[in-house]
């Protein structure tokens, strides 16, 4: 199996480079020329991109090829004093460019919108506002230049009083969704709500590929559920991801490598909250009990670290059994 690291956002290694810098919204609406409001935002947005670009070639000089965008690279988007808003036009090299630079390196991107974009949801405002992200998240996609292999990753929702209801209103919504939207989308079990094995149901069900957060399903499984240890789901969550290709192939000999998110726990009373790096030993475990069907596979760290934790990781494994370094950011299982 070959195994590829990368991380969220925000590396802790690179300074000056966040993709995530914003103006708040009552700063907006105390400049009196909306226009020169507009225009600030837009060059704010220019440099989250400039500076996302910037990791990118840090990312390339660590062989990182894998990489979560920030969503917040454009400032108060979506917001309603910005109502009639495009900043799109005036992105749109800026886009180009870094979406240019990751097709060269083969560099795998994607998205996790923020958790009030929720599908499931009964209230008709919040489910208008979380199209209109998904419709925005896709733009950014497809103003890099970034076929479907380009995911935008979401969970089911909230239980809203009734677990089966809420499941069923996901299914509708997300099959009442554009193409373009649907085709973007991978879906990830949580750590409170739709567990593993719900999930992966609805992924099955709605044809989505499922992404498996090993963290979220040790916190959130039924003490009845089968599938107590996650790999007992892997053959499933395995088969979501079939006929995916990566970026600009088609052939079957490249197919989009399944992608799992990876944390430890922060402690144990914080169980939930993310530790500053991973726990290489429970990682290895879960790795070696899904190895002899799994090719490849991509794992997004989500630790507080960031990309120096990616680094300890590799660090970390060094040495063990079974486990040969194929570059600084992935390994050989």
């Known amino acids: ?27 907006f609406a105390k400049l009196e020329d909306r226009e020169a409001a507009v225009r600030k935002l837009e060059r704010i947005a220019a440099e989250n991109v400039h500076n996302t670009l910037r990791l990118l070639k840090h990312n390339r000089a ?18 309603e004093l910005l109502n009639g808003w495009d900043p799109m036009p005036a992105l749109k090299e800026s886009f180009a460019e870094l979406g240019g630079y990751a097709r060269e390196h083969r560099m795998r991107l994607s998205f996790h919108p923020d958790h009030f974009t929720v599908l499931n949801t009964p209230r008709d405002e919040v489910l208008r506002n979380s199209i209109l992200d998904l419709e925005r998240h896709t733009a950014m996609l497809e103003a890099m230049g970034l076929d479907e292999s380009a995911k935008c990753n979401i969970h089911i929702g909230g239980t809203y009083g009734s677990k089966q209801t809420a499941g069923r209103r996901f299914v509708e919504r997300f099959l009442a969704l554009p193409e373009r939207l649907r085709s973007r989308l991978t ?25 498996l957060d090993v963290h979220h399903h040790n916190v959130n499984h039924p003490d009845t559920e089968a599938g107590e240890n996650a790999a007992a789901l892997w053959p499933r969550i395995l088969r979501t991801w079939e006929g995916q290709h990566e970026q600009g192939m088609e052939d079957k000999d490249k197919a989009l490598p399944p992608k799992i998110h990876v944390s430890s726990p922060k402690s144990d009373k914080e169980v939930r909250s993310h530790a500053d790096y991973i726990d290489a030993t429970e990682l290895l475990r879960f790795l070696k009990n899904i190895v002899a069907i799994t090719p490849r596979l991509d794992i997004m760290i989500e630790a507080k670290k960031k990309d120096e934790a990616l680094l300890k990781l ?3 494994i060094r040495g063990e059994a079974g486990v040969r370094l194929l570059g600084q950011a992935s390994f050989e299982l």
């Open 1 to 27: 199996m070959i195994v590829r690291l990368g991380y969220v956002a925000m590396s802790t290694l690179v300074s000056n480079a966040s993709p995530s810098k914003t103006m708040t919204a009552t700063s």
């Open 62 to 79: 660590y062989d990182i090829q894998l990489y979560r965008c920030s969503s917040r690279l454009i400032p108060l988007l979506g917001h």
């Open 187 to 211: 879906l990830e079990n949580d750590d409170k709500t739709f567990n593993a094995s719900e999930t992966l149901h609805i992924c099955e069900e709605v044809g989505a590929p499922m992404v």
């Open 314 to 316: 590799m660090d970390d």
